[in-house]
C-alpha cells in the first residue's frame, strides 16, 4: 500500500505561478506512475497530468504549456509546477500513484485563482 501527501496549494493571482508537491510513503518500489488529477465544485474528477517511471508525460490539453509535472530521482515525490494560473484552474488537486496491485489517492489540496 502507498500513502499519499499533498501540499503546496494556496491563494493565486491569475498569471501567478504555485508548485505543488506529492509525499508518498509505504511500497513506494510498486509505483509505475504518478499523476496529478483536479476536481471543481460541480464537475468531475479530471486529469491534469501523468508521468511513468520511464518519464513517459501526458497532460490534459487544457494544461499543456503551462504547467509541468516531474518525479524525484528517488521515486517517492511528484510534483506539478503550475504556470500562468487561470480562475479556470481553481479546484482541489489529488496526487495519484499507479501500482502494479491498483490505485491510490491522495487527500487532495486546494488552488484558488482569484483576484
Known amino acids: 500500500q502507498v500513502q499519499l501527501v499533498e501540499s503546496g496549494g494556496g491563494l493565486v493571482q491569475p498569471g501567478g505561478s504555485l508548485r505543488l508537491s506529492c509525499a508518498a510513503s509505504?511500497?513506494?518500489?510498486?509505483?509505475?506512475?504518478m499523476g496529478w488529477y483536479r476536481q471543481a465544485p460541480g464537475k468531475q474528477r479530471d486529469l491534469v497530468a501523468t508521468?511513468?517511471?520511464?518519464?513517459?508525460?501526458d497532460y490534459a490539453d487544457s494544461v499543456k504549456g503551462r504547467f509541468t509535472i516531474s518525479r524525484g530521482a528517488a521515486k517517492n515525490m511528484a510534483y506539478l509546477q503550475m504556470n500562468n494560473l487561470k480562475p479556470e484552474d481553481t479546484a482541489v488537486y489529488y496526487c495519484?500513484?499507479?501500482?502494479?496491485?491498483?490505485?491510490?489517492w491522495g487527500q487532495g489540496t486546494q488552488v484558488t485563482v482569484s483576484s
Open positions: 495519484n500513484a499507479d501500482l502494479w496491485t491498483g490505485g491510490y
Open positions: 508521468i511513468t517511471n520511464s518519464g513517459h508525460i
Open positions: 509505504g511500497s513506494i518500489f510498486a509505483i509505475r506512475a
